[in-house]
């Protein structure tokens, strides 16, 4: 009887945990979470993709001469450094495949091989994409390579019988491979947690087919054996969305770019708006709820700042998602450029801020509740044990043991004396440093710490910008900086060691700091003792490990953008970063005034590489303010703009000035003009064009709309918005007009339209929380002045711009509370046609004709 009962237990525990007792480490409960197979705990997990073996990442390597396998474990320690738990990939097909869907076991191969030991050894899990359906050719034109997708292409790849059975070999044959560094099958290994069978499909045929050969895809992989879960994109053609749940899948996949792609510069303003919250339009299907939900690729696509992706981390783990993986990691060896895919942009060394808000988002998944809301934005900007910050460019996780942060900060933990981990940039209670990399703190017994500070990293181009080989975008700097470390367990008068290779610095900090160059450190304090020095941290760090390129500044930079315009009357502040090889010895302002030489006023250092000065009242009357900045380094003068071998007060100097026009007070405070077309935020238009007008230097830009709504394919259901709306962030523009700015009274939009009768036009101000203002005015055939008093401005919708993908995500921000209207507080226009629309008007096309749009 005893044996029954036992015999009982064991088959309804069997029954219970599924895939985990099958020969997997996850499984799938029915409930649609994931869990492990040991301890039955919801997975979580966090990280990257990176595509070092493959495409043009490989073709960038072999045409540098890099040793891609020390690249990797470069990289792959970097990953370890950020927390990262988690990779994925969608692996190019093209490039390890034959037509009829052979596996290759070429270098690719290999090479993908051995990232995955290197991974595993950190710690890290999988999920892998075995079918791309991309060439390998991006950015660059495509390859001719052996494989089915580049046979077939991705349309045939989903309807073709010889590409469908290329494919069903393909995936058979992956999952059986033996990886030669683990001696594992794909389908055996325990630390590749699932598998996704392809990178976006894009289905278009009918449901029934659909179902047809995702099964046949399924079939294919299980086939082998394999009991790892597998996942299906449901995130494109939606519509679909049963013929996916009926498939046979344990997982679906989604993504997020809530900045759309391809901005070609730097986005502005507050974007927490846009990531405020993932909703799902199936959510509520009963099929939907029985699968386990992931993100395959997610980016801020064309931000370049630190406080953004905790906040999506937030709205994943509301949404219902486990697993989230970033695109994508930019290769050390190439992040100098950002040639790979120019509209992301992600390095530890390069893009040190925006890693490290990377390194949070990775907490968020591992300490957020799965499906726990926090509300709105902005009431949502703290939630747990974090916070974002647009107004300070910050994202921070604080607890007693672990205290990360992305920018300066005066928060202090709540436990110093137990901190265990300190990741961050720049200044805060327990760590005062200058520099521009980030650095790392851990705790390795009592009285002892690692520290390791990465080089500094400086931006010398917009990173999103146009991309190529020969235009760096970034520097890296391996300079001296003075580090003051606070911690109740190091005191005074700590000892400091050099550890990573070539690393002989010692010394003794003078009371709590010391000079730092990058590398990693052994901080003692006196009396404690060291230890083993091979013992191993998190992640499986050694206490020597450091990876990092050395000093790239082979000239000196400059890097000023002068004010669009200026009030007469007030200061100026003028402000740039300059970047030299060794530190200059005087920065200079060079101001023209009444007389023809310049008055010279020395330009005092900031943080980073960062220089200011201000020119003073009495240079700023109405007409044009000229100046010049001079580096004087080792005897040598080098001015700029143009980097011209002189100082801008000797007699034989030449060059060109940067210009401000200083406009008389109570002038007009242009928010936009048709000039800025290609920073506008909005969805492209065929036939949409940049006028010139009579006038030299004016231009009008024309929109056409063929409809305010029209059904999105990959979205039939979606909900019909008729609106066309235009964002364009002008901060940059009014930086020294702020008392003008402050004292207008009204909101002038200048243009007209191509309809044959009047078009109500919404024109609204954002303000830094993400409110909005706005009122509507009728805009004639005739270019004019069309005005709004800002006292008669209303709370209007937030159209979130640029758009985001997938486009099933809301088109209007719905904010927690909307804050009092303040001008000073305004930094964004929206242009929006639309809103006053009714009736027939709502399905014809329409024309808007933009000239400018300015406060007086």
Same mark, same amino acid.
């Given at each position: 009887m005893k044996i029954k009962i036992i015999l009982l237990i064991v088959t309804c525990v069997i029954s219970a945990t599924g895939w985990a007792q099958k020969g997997t480490d996850v499984y799938v409960d029915k409930d649609g979470i994931m869990r492990w197979g040991k301890t039955r705990e919801e997975v979580r997990a966090f990280g990257v993709n990176y595509t070092a073996p493959f495409a043009f990442a490989y073709r960038t390597a072999q045409q540098q001469g890099i040793d891609l396998k020390k690249a990797i474990d470069d990289d792959v320690y970097h990953f370890a450094r950020l927390g990262f738990d988690l990779y994925r990939v969608h692996v190019w097909d093209c490039e390890i495949s034959d037509s009829?869907?052979?596996?290759?076991?070429?270098?690719?191969?290999?090479?993908?091989?051995?990232?995955?030991?290197?991974?595993?050894?950190?710690?890290?899990?999988?999920?892998? $994409?075995?079918?791309?359906?991309?060439?390998?050719? &991006?950015?660059?034109?495509?390859?001719?390579?052996?494989?089915?997708?580049?046979?077939?292409?991705?349309?045939?790849?989903?309807?073709?019988?010889?590409? =469908?059975?290329?494919?069903?070999?393909?995936?058979?044959?992956?999952?059986?491979? @033996?990886?030669?560094? $683990?001696?594992?099958?794909?389908?055996?290994?325990?630390? =590749?947690?699932?598998?996704?069978?392809?990178?976006?499909?894009?289905?278009?045929?009918?449901?029934?087919? @659909? $179902?047809?050969?995702?099964?046949?895809?399924? $079939?294919?992989?299980?086939?082998?054996?394999?009991?790892?879960?597998?996942?299906?994109?449901?995130?494109?053609?939606?519509?679909?969305?049963?013929?996916?749940?009926?498939?046979?899948?344990?997982?679906?996949?989604?993504? &997020?770019?809530?900045?759309?792609?391809?901005?070609?510069?730097?986005?502005?303003?507050?974007?927490?708006?846009? @990531?405020?919250?993932?909703?799902?339009?199936?959510?509520?299907?009963?099929?939907f709820k029985k699968i386990a939900k992931l993100v395959y690729e997610f980016d801020a696509a064309d931000v370049g700042r630190s406080y953004i992706y905790p906040a999506m981390a937030r709205s994943f783990r509301t949404a219902g998602m486990q697993i989230a993986t970033q695109f994508a990691y930019d290769p050390t060896y190439m992040a100098d450029v950002n040639t790979e895919y120019g509209t992301h942009y992600m390095n530890l060394v390069y893009t040190p801020q925006k890693a490290l808000s990377l390194k949070i988002a990775g907490e968020v998944f591992r300490h957020v509740p799965l499906y726990k809301s926090y509300g709105r934005y902005p009431a949502n900007a703290t939630f747990g044990d974090f916070s974002v910050s647009y107004e300070q460019d910050l994202a921070q996780m604080v607890t007693p043991t672990k205290f990360y942060y992305t920018n300066n900060t005066r928060t202090t933990p709540p436990a110093v004396d137990k901190l265990e981990e300190i990741a961050g940039w720049g200044n805060s209670p327990v760590v005062q440093y200058n520099g521009t990399g980030a650095y790392f703190l851990d705790r390795v017994a009592p009285g002892v710490w690692r520290l390791e500070v990465l080089p500094d990293a400086v931006w010398i181009d917009d990173p999103f910008s146009k991309a190529s080989p020969s235009k760096k975008m970034a520097v890296v700097h391996a300079r001296a900086w003075p580090v003051n470390i606070q911690l109740p367990d190091l005191k005074d008068g700590y000892t400091v060691q050099g550890m990573n290779a070539g690393n002989a610095f010692s010394a003794v900090a003078a009371g709590t700091s010391f000079t730092v160059t990058p590398g990693t450190y052994l901080l003692t304090r006196k009396g404690a003792t060291t230890g083993d020095l091979n013992v191993r941290l998190h992640h499986n760090i050694g206490l020597r490990e450091f990876a990092a390129p050395g000093t790239s500044v082979k000239q000196s930079y400059v890097l000023h953008k002068p004010m669009a315009s200026a009030t007469e009357g007030g200061a100026l502040a003028v402000e740039a970063t300059v970047v030299t090889a060794t530190v200059p010895d005087a920065v200079e302002l060079s101001v023209y005034g009444k007389h023809w030489k310049p008055e010279v006023i020395r330009m005092e250092a900031g943080s980073g590489y960062t220089y200011r000065a201000t020119i003073a009242a009495s240079f700023l009357q109405a007409g044009t303010l000229r100046y010049y900045i001079t580096v004087r380094t080792a005897g040598k003068a080098v001015t700029y703009p143009g980097a011209i071998p002189r100082g801008a007060t000797d007699w034989d100097f030449y060059g060109t000035p940067y210009t401000v026009p200083v406009l008389p007070a109570k002038s007009p405070v242009y928010l936009f003009t048709a000039s800025d077309e290609s920073k506008l935020s909005r969805n492209w238009t065929p036939g949409t064009s940049l006028m010139p007008l009579a006038e030299p230097g004016r231009v009008e830009l024309v929109v056409p709309i063929k409809k305010l709504f029209e059904v999105d394919p990959e979205n039939r259901q979606g909900k019909e918005v008729h609106d066309y709306s235009m964002r364009y962030h002008f901060t940059g523009q009014v930086t020294g007009r702020q008392s003008d700015m402050t004292n207008a009274t009204r909101i002038v939009f200048r243009g007209r339209t191509g309809d044959a009768t009047p078009l109500p036009v919404q024109i609204a101000l954002i303000l830094r929380d993400g409110s909005a203002y706005g009122a509507t005015v009728s805009v004639d055939v005739r270019t004019g002045d069309y005005s709004l008093a800002l006292a008669d401005l209303k709370p209007v919708s937030v159209v979130t711009l640029p758009r985001p993908y997938p486009s099933f995500l809301p088109y209007y921000f719905i904010p927690s509370s909307v804050s009092k209207f303040s001008l000073e507080q305004a930094e964004t226009l929206q242009i929006s046609i639309g809103p006053g629309i009714t009736g027939a008007g709502l399905e014809s096309s329409h024309t808007l004709v933009v000239e400018s749009v300015r406060l007086e």
């Amino acid at each position: 009887m005893k044996i029954k009962i036992i015999l009982l237990i064991v088959t309804c525990v069997i029954s219970a945990t599924g895939w985990a007792q099958k020969g997997t480490d996850v499984y799938v409960d029915k409930d649609g979470i994931m869990r492990w197979g040991k301890t039955r705990e919801e997975v979580r997990a966090f990280g990257v993709n990176y595509t070092a073996p493959f495409a043009f990442a490989y073709r960038t390597a072999q045409q540098q001469g890099i040793d891609l396998k020390k690249a990797i474990d470069d990289d792959v320690y970097h990953f370890a450094r950020l927390g990262f738990d988690l990779y994925r990939v969608h692996v190019w097909d093209c490039e390890i495949s034959d037509s009829v869907g052979n596996l290759l076991n070429n270098e690719h191969l290999e090479l993908f091989d051995y990232m995955l030991k290197k991974m595993k050894d950190r710690g890290m899990k999988f999920m892998i $994409t075995p079918i791309a359906y991309w060439q390998n050719g &991006w950015p660059a034109p495509d390859q001719k390579t052996p494989g089915f997708s580049f046979k077939y292409g991705k349309g045939d790849c989903l309807t073709n019988e010889g590409a =469908i059975r290329a494919q069903e070999n393909y995936l058979y044959q992956f999952l059986n491979h @033996v990886n030669p560094h $683990t001696g594992l099958a794909y389908k055996n290994d325990p630390d =590749i947690i699932a598998f996704e069978v392809s990178n976006e499909p894009h289905h278009g045929e009918p449901a029934p087919k @659909v $179902t047809a050969f995702i099964k046949r895809m399924v $079939t294919a992989m299980k086939k082998t054996g394999s009991k790892k879960p597998v996942f299906y994109n449901i995130s494109h053609s939606i519509h679909l969305a049963d013929a996916y749940f009926d498939a046979g899948i344990q997982g679906g996949t989604f993504q &997020w770019y809530p900045t759309g792609l391809g901005s070609n510069h730097e986005l502005g303003g507050n974007l927490l708006p846009n @990531v405020d919250n993932y909703i799902i339009p199936f959510a509520a299907n009963p099929g939907f709820k029985k699968i386990a939900k992931l993100v395959y690729e997610f980016d801020a696509a064309d931000v370049g700042r630190s406080y953004i992706y905790p906040a999506m981390a937030r709205s994943f783990r509301t949404a219902g998602m486990q697993i989230a993986t970033q695109f994508a990691y930019d290769p050390t060896y190439m992040a100098d450029v950002n040639t790979e895919y120019g509209t992301h942009y992600m390095n530890l060394v390069y893009t040190p801020q925006k890693a490290l808000s990377l390194k949070i988002a990775g907490e968020v998944f591992r300490h957020v509740p799965l499906y726990k809301s926090y509300g709105r934005y902005p009431a949502n900007a703290t939630f747990g044990d974090f916070s974002v910050s647009y107004e300070q460019d910050l994202a921070q996780m604080v607890t007693p043991t672990k205290f990360y942060y992305t920018n300066n900060t005066r928060t202090t933990p709540p436990a110093v004396d137990k901190l265990e981990e300190i990741a961050g940039w720049g200044n805060s209670p327990v760590v005062q440093y200058n520099g521009t990399g980030a650095y790392f703190l851990d705790r390795v017994a009592p009285g002892v710490w690692r520290l390791e500070v990465l080089p500094d990293a400086v931006w010398i181009d917009d990173p999103f910008s146009k991309a190529s080989p020969s235009k760096k975008m970034a520097v890296v700097h391996a300079r001296a900086w003075p580090v003051n470390i606070q911690l109740p367990d190091l005191k005074d008068g700590y000892t400091v060691q050099g550890m990573n290779a070539g690393n002989a610095f010692s010394a003794v900090a003078a009371g709590t700091s010391f000079t730092v160059t990058p590398g990693t450190y052994l901080l003692t304090r006196k009396g404690a003792t060291t230890g083993d020095l091979n013992v191993r941290l998190h992640h499986n760090i050694g206490l020597r490990e450091f990876a990092a390129p050395g000093t790239s500044v082979k000239q000196s930079y400059v890097l000023h953008k002068p004010m669009a315009s200026a009030t007469e009357g007030g200061a100026l502040a003028v402000e740039a970063t300059v970047v030299t090889a060794t530190v200059p010895d005087a920065v200079e302002l060079s101001v023209y005034g009444k007389h023809w030489k310049p008055e010279v006023i020395r330009m005092e250092a900031g943080s980073g590489y960062t220089y200011r000065a201000t020119i003073a009242a009495s240079f700023l009357q109405a007409g044009t303010l000229r100046y010049y900045i001079t580096v004087r380094t080792a005897g040598k003068a080098v001015t700029y703009p143009g980097a011209i071998p002189r100082g801008a007060t000797d007699w034989d100097f030449y060059g060109t000035p940067y210009t401000v026009p200083v406009l008389p007070a109570k002038s007009p405070v242009y928010l936009f003009t048709a000039s800025d077309e290609s920073k506008l935020s909005r969805n492209w238009t065929p036939g949409t064009s940049l006028m010139p007008l009579a006038e030299p230097g004016r231009v009008e830009l024309v929109v056409p709309i063929k409809k305010l709504f029209e059904v999105d394919p990959e979205n039939r259901q979606g909900k019909e918005v008729h609106d066309y709306s235009m964002r364009y962030h002008f901060t940059g523009q009014v930086t020294g007009r702020q008392s003008d700015m402050t004292n207008a009274t009204r909101i002038v939009f200048r243009g007209r339209t191509g309809d044959a009768t009047p078009l109500p036009v919404q024109i609204a101000l954002i303000l830094r929380d993400g409110s909005a203002y706005g009122a509507t005015v009728s805009v004639d055939v005739r270019t004019g002045d069309y005005s709004l008093a800002l006292a008669d401005l209303k709370p209007v919708s937030v159209v979130t711009l640029p758009r985001p993908y997938p486009s099933f995500l809301p088109y209007y921000f719905i904010p927690s509370s909307v804050s009092k209207f303040s001008l000073e507080q305004a930094e964004t226009l929206q242009i929006s046609i639309g809103p006053g629309i009714t009736g027939a008007g709502l399905e014809s096309s329409h024309t808007l004709v933009v000239e400018s749009v300015r406060l007086e």
